[in-house]
């Protein structure tokens, strides 16, 4: 370890032992990891509390460990756009790296979390000393661009019964085999809202997805009996196939 940071608590050892678990930091060293975790903080974040809000300034950059957040902008009608819904290994506020002081989003939690804090300055500086580091960030917010593309091509594309398909598919894609049950991860307002539906919709839709494929829904469980089946209904309307990386 650095000699310049003294021995760590058990708290800053625990931060550090999760930040080296994070693909993002696989380039930096342990002595590196040991600063970060000097200044950074865990914190145990309950269902409702915003972290931050739209337009205004923020300092941090956000590592979710458990739980969801969901980053959202509010129009100027007061109705709300969600632009993500972030789980356990996402990272948020980085767009701030490239000078931006002020979110083009605000983040709130919607299911109980627990998230590491860092100061935004150390990364920015391990980014000017460190080619692979700053690799590894810029990778990672082409994917999330990649990401937003494919999610323009779905909404101009797939009808919203089969958007509800991609997004009960990305939950399974994991487990295959038939039968599936899924439990939703948040509340179905906010699936709506990520889906770029209101929520009228969205219940209309999920009724003609389970005329369509046979799935059940009873409150937030899903049972998937057939998952093929729901594949060939979703994703005929796209550009990738099942299980895609996205």
Aim: include cysteine.
């Amino acid at each position: 370890m650095n000699a310049k940071f003294p021995a760590m608590s058990a708290s800053k050892a625990v931060i550090q032992n999760h930040l080296r678990l994070q693909p993002l930091f696989k380039p930096l060293r342990d002595e590196t990891l040991a600063g970060f975790a000097e200044y950074a903080a865990l914190k145990a974040e309950k269902k409702g509390a915003v972290l931050f809000s739209a337009e205004t300034p923020n300092e941090k950059i956000y590592f979710v460990l458990s739980g969801w957040v969901k980053l959202f902008r509010e129009t100027l009608a007061g109705d709300e756009a969600v632009v993500d819904v972030l789980t356990a290994g996402n990272f948020f506020g980085e767009i701030g790296l490239s000078g931006h002081d002020e979110m083009p989003y605000g983040a709130e939690v919607v299911e109980d979390a627990e998230i590491i804090t860092i100061p935004r300055f150390l990364l920015a500086e391990e980014i000017m000393r460190n080619s692979l580091f700053g690799m590894a960030v810029l990778q990672n917010m082409t994917r999330q661009r990649l990401q937003r593309d494919m999610e323009i091509e779905h909404r101009t594309v797939q009808s919203a019964p089969q958007r509800i398909g991609c997004f009960l598919l990305k939950l399974c894609r994991d487990n295959t085999g038939d039968p599936v049950v899924l439990h939703l991860p948040y509340d179905k307002t906010v699936v709506a809202h990520r889906l770029g539906m209101q929520p009228e919709t969205f219940s209309r839709a999920l009724s003609k997805l389970r005329e369509e494929t046979g799935l059940r829904v009873r409150g937030a469980t899903v049972e998937i009996d057939n998952v093929k089946k729901l594949v060939d209904y979703t994703c005929s309307a796209c550009s990738s196939s099942f299980p895609c990386e996205d």
